[in-house]
């Protein structure tokens, strides 16, 4: 409405200035040469007005024809983009259907409309991939790799490829120079450690796992390859912090101890360990310097004062209380382990070894120790070391198995709690 009374307002004033003009009067004379031409007022400045329009139009023609070629130019590049998209959207739809050669077409048509952008070499790597073209597609994921903005992408096809033919330690190369083109990415860090494993990089591996469980062996596993004596202490320390519980790397962090001089601090870990998880190995190293039976038996009561109800603690006092000629001390613990229904192989021997004890050769012990023999023959085996891959037994833990090479799969436990074997 503002506008309207503004044009109404400009129109009223310039037709009273042309009324204006028109009654005033007067002429305009114009020379040339010797010619005179004497015009009115109103008709020269009509003709003014003709002449500006005239001028105008011809310079919007001007304008026009200069821009035509740039305008023409334009459409067949919008033309030819319109024609890239749709070829970008059939060459997805081709690699979706798992068929190449169309995928290949669409993709060349693409790469003539929108040229070699981070799409379309992506979709032409992915569409000679699928032709079975590895090693085109191997010269465009470096092409992509060589483009600062789609640096990632080049490294992750070459990545995919790597692992693809089982070349770990190209893989582990592209995956950090993958990681670092693209900080933050969880399925690459996990990439990484996979690969890691693989190359028994066990430092890298403890580096980039998750906090949780698999520290402690890792640790253990990257103090083993470590040469420096002291960095490798320290890898044990850690291993040990993160997992008490995990026999291995209490031994070896005990041992270390030892060895530097410090042989009550290498109960004390062993204490803490066996407190977090009991194990024979633990009891094997923390009883090793005592000769005496007896002090063996003492030695036995330190070590199981933080976790005394346990069947490895029962089972050692009892044994080692055996041994120092204290039946009735071994007695009590056998028989408290036998009613725990935790009992194994081993308690039901030692069971027979204090029937022997208590009474000798004479026809009631004999018939007790059959009996606590015939049990032994049907109780569960003793814990052991075991690969839970393919089942074989080891004397001692190791991050890899030596039979099937599997990794982190030789586990603690009873025969009847490990998973089934494979193969």
């Not at 009613?339 to 012990?365: I, K, N, V, W, Y």
Request: glycine share 8%; aromatic share 4%; net charge positive.
């Amino acid at each position: 409405m503002r506008s309207a009374l503004i044009y109404l307002v400009l129109l009223i004033a310039g037709i009273a200035g042309i009324l204006w003009l028109a009654q005033v009067g007067g002429a305009v004379e114009i020379r040339i040469g010797d010619a005179e031409v004497l015009v009115g007022l109103p008709v020269a400045l009509l003709l003014l007005a003709v002449l500006f329009m005239v001028l105008h139009l011809l310079l919007v023609a001007i304008s026009a024809l200069r821009r035509l070629p740039g305008r023409m130019r334009a459409r067949k590049v919008a033309r030819r983009r319109d024609e890239g998209d749709t070829a970008v959207t059939r060459a997805l739809v081709a690699l979706a259907a798992g068929t190449p050669d169309a995928a290949r077409i669409e993709v060349k048509r693409a790469r003539k409309g929108l040229g070699d952008t981070p799409q379309t070499l992506l979709l032409a790597a992915e569409a000679e991939r699928l032709a079975g073209r590895e090693e085109a597609a191997t010269e465009i994921f470096r092409q992509l790799a060589a483009t600062p903005d789609a640096r990632f992408l080049g490294l992750r096809g070459l990545l995919r490829q790597a692992i693809q033919r089982e070349d770990w330690p190209a893989a582990q190369r592209l995956a950090r120079e993958a990681e670092a083109a693209q900080p933050g990415a969880a399925w690459l860090r996990q990439e990484r450690e996979t690969l890691a494993l693989r190359m028994r990089d066990w430092r890298e591996a403890l580096t980039l796992a998750p906090p949780g469980a698999g520290k402690a062996a890792l640790a253990l596993a990257a103090a083993g390859q470590e040469p420096d004596v002291a960095r490798a202490a320290e890898l044990e320390r850690q291993g040990f912090a993160a997992d008490p519980a995990f026999a291995p790397v209490a031994l070896a962090h005990a041992q270390r101890l030892k060895d530097g001089g410090s042989p009550r601090r290498a109960r004390t870990v062993l204490e803490q360990a066996w407190t977090a998880q009991p194990h024979p190995d633990l009891a094997r190293d923390y009883l090793h310097d005592d000769v005496d039976a007896l002090a063996r038996m003492k030695s036995a009561e330190v070590l199981v004062k933080g976790n005394p109800r346990h069947a490895e603690s029962r089972l050692l006092v009892g044994r080692a209380a055996l041994e120092a000629g204290l039946t009735g001390r071994a007695r009590q613990e056998l028989d408290a382990l036998v009613a725990s229904g935790q009992a194994d192989r081993r308690a039901f021997l030692a069971m027979s070894d204090l029937e022997e004890a208590e009474h000798g050769e004479t026809p009631e012990g004999r018939a007790a120790q059959a009996r606590w023999l015939r049990q032994a023959a049907t109780a569960a085996p003793e814990p052991r070391w075991r690969c839970a891959s393919c089942g074989t037994d080891h004397e001692q833990w190791t991050p890899v198995c030596p039979k099937c090479q599997a990794v982190g799969t030789i586990n603690w436990a009873s025969p009847q709690t490990l998973p089934a074997t494979v193969g």
